[in-house]
T-cell receptor
């Protein structure tokens, strides 16, 4: 069954700790994306990667880091430098990073920093 | 830079009413346009998309959208909504070859039975 998995569904961390959110896809897609979703603010792009071993900053990259060592995996680290990390995080993928390819989304991870 | 504006944050309709959700974008070139939907408890998924050709595109569940280039708009329509259309709807724009999409703030649609 192809798709995107994100784990865990809920995550709690203490302030000042780094935390890594997992995103895995078995769709053989080249491009992967991380978004943050806050009420009334839609989806804001954090980082994206069009190919393995390459990634670019999105609109709100400060306080976040990513890696793309494997095609199927694109983990996101929320660092202690992120001032307001509590949010719902969505991972997505598309066949390629350009063209008319729609994005496929995972179920999301809700991060709460206490 | 590309940007998207969705005019309605929350729309409440009765079943069988007609729906139109506004979406305007800003980008200095050719674009691909998308509407995504997030039903309660489900993943965000594609409703329809435009990338070329006929500016009137049809999607799943009876939805359609019209790309009006002169108005930079891509409004979503449905002639008769159902209770099951209750969801959050997002418009997105992708500048051709930009490699990324920009999403609007979303519109929450509530359909009363």
């Amino acid at each position: 069954d192809g798709g995107i998995t994100q784990s865990p569904k809920y995550l709690f961390r203490k302030e000042g700790q780094n935390v890594t959110l997992s995103c895995e896809q078995n769709l053989n897609h080249d491009a992967m994306y991380w978004y943050r979703q806050d009420p009334g603010q839609g989806l804001r792009l954090i980082y994206y990667s069009q190919i393995v071993n390459d990634f670019q900053k999105g609109d709100i990259a400060e306080g976040y880091s990513v890696s793309r060592e494997k095609k199927e995996s694109f983990p996101l680290t929320v660092t202690s430098a992120q001032k307001n990390p509590t949010a719902f995080y969505l991972c997505a993928s598309s066949i390629t990073g350009t063209g008319s390819n729609e994005q496929f989304f995972g179920p999301g991870t809700r991060l709460t920093v206490l | 830079a590309q940007s998207v504006s969705q005019h309605n944050h929350h729309v409440i309709l009765s079943e069988a009413a007609s729906l139109e959700l506004g979406c305007n974008y800003s980008y200095g070139g050719t674009v691909n346009l998308f509407w995504y939907v997030q039903y309660p408890g489900q993943h965000l998924q594609l409703l329809l998309k435009y990338f070329s050709g006929d500016p009137l595109v049809k999607g799943i569940k009876g939805f359609e959208a019209e790309f009006i280039k002169s108005k930079f708009s891509f409004n979503l329509r449905k002639p008769s909504v159902q209770w099951s259309d209750t969801a959050e709807y997002f418009c997105a724009v992708e500048g051709t070859n930009a490699g990324k999409s920009t999403f609007g703030d979303g519109t929450t649609l509530t359909v009363k039975p």
